[in-house]
């Protein structure tokens, strides 16, 4: 892995929210990347504790790696991975998702879960028809992975949800989906993912929308993978979101994670929102990371429920 850059080479803190260093010039995002002409290292020492309290890993955690290492790893290409889905009311945009994840993805797929938070009978009857029927005509064995269809009587939210469908999750390592994505990449970005956590224990998850079209900052120093030199970024912590809130990077959007991160602080419903679960996922010395190279892309922001869907969290 590439050695952590030095401290005169860091992203300037006044960028990502955090007391600035006293030698902080000018920054600025160019492309996503927080670049500055910071020339110190003297950080304040509030900066220094955030620092040192966001490279924490929580004894828990800590002891969930101390068991992997304990028994032999599998390959990353025979790593068994669960996808999970969460939707609400939007068919047409679930199929899109599914179909373009099916087509560009190469890992093996033990199970993909969908819950379906609409609270429409009939539209969670379609869908268990639909998927969970999915076998070709004069075919014995299903032509993709299986599907279960989860459906919740009535509208909880994004975060319940995501909670309970991670519930049913069998494997160690989760893809979660949201239904308004878009997968238009190489296929091997789950295999790459799961290099990046291997190598960092404390990283919660890996995201995957396209540069061009991510928002949130990344960090300017690139890092390789131990074992295939998969180059990736971590996401700046600590970006101001408004109002007194913080995003770190963290989110529900497309990426690998791990189910045990994703248990940490099950159950999700005294978590809020999107923005106040990834703080308190935060809050255990959790960061985010995102490959070099991004694989899929927004689809859903005409038809958007995130914000009527975080209300009811």
């Not at 620092?51 to 969930?64: K, P, T």
């Not at 996808?83 to 679930?94: F, Q």
Request: charged share 25%; hydrophobic share 35%; aromatic share 8%.
């Amino acid at each position: 892995m590439v050695p952590e850059e030095e401290d005169d080479k860091r992203p300037c803190p006044r960028q990502v929210g955090l007391p600035a260093c006293r030698s902080c010039r000018v920054v600025g995002v160019t492309d996503g990347i927080v670049s500055s002409s910071c020339v110190g290292n003297d950080l304040l020492e509030d900066d220094r504790r955030q620092e040192q309290d966001n490279s924490r890993i929580s004894l828990a955690l800590l002891a969930d790696w101390q068991l992997l290492l304990l028994s032999p790893f599998p390959s990353a290409a025979q790593e068994k991975v669960t996808v999970t889905i969460t939707s609400c009311g939007r068919p047409a945009l679930l199929a899109e998702t599914i179909r373009s994840f099916l087509a560009a993805n190469t890992h093996p797929i033990e199970e993909v879960l969908v819950i379906e938070d609409s609270g429409n009978a009939t539209l969670c009857r379609q869908l268990q028809a639909t998927y969970m029927s999915n076998l070709e005509a004069g075919e014995e064995e299903p032509s993709g992975p299986p599907f279960r269809i989860l459906c919740n009587k009535e509208r909880v939210g994004q975060v319940v949800s995501l909670d309970r469908v991670t519930q049913h999750v069998r494997t160690d390592f989760v893809f979660h989906l949201e239904d308004d994505w878009t997968c238009d990449g190489t296929g091997n970005f789950i295999q790459d993912s799961l290099e990046i956590l291997r190598d960092n224990p404390n990283c919660f998850q890996v995201h995957l929308r396209h540069r061009k079209s991510m928002t949130h900052p990344v960090h300017p120093q690139l890092f390789l993978t131990s074992r295939s030199s998969i180059p990736y970024r971590r996401l700046v912590y600590g970006w101001y979101a408004g109002d007194g809130l913080y995003w770190h990077g963290l989110s529900f959007g497309p990426g690998l994670r791990r189910k045990s991160h994703m248990l940490l602080l099950s159950p999700f419903e005294s978590l809020g929102s999107e923005l106040q679960a990834q703080a308190a996922f935060y809050s255990h010395g959790l960061w985010a990371a995102a490959l070099e190279e991004g694989v899929m892309e927004h689809t859903g922001d005409s038809d958007s429920k995130r914000e009527e869907w975080e209300r009811r969290d």
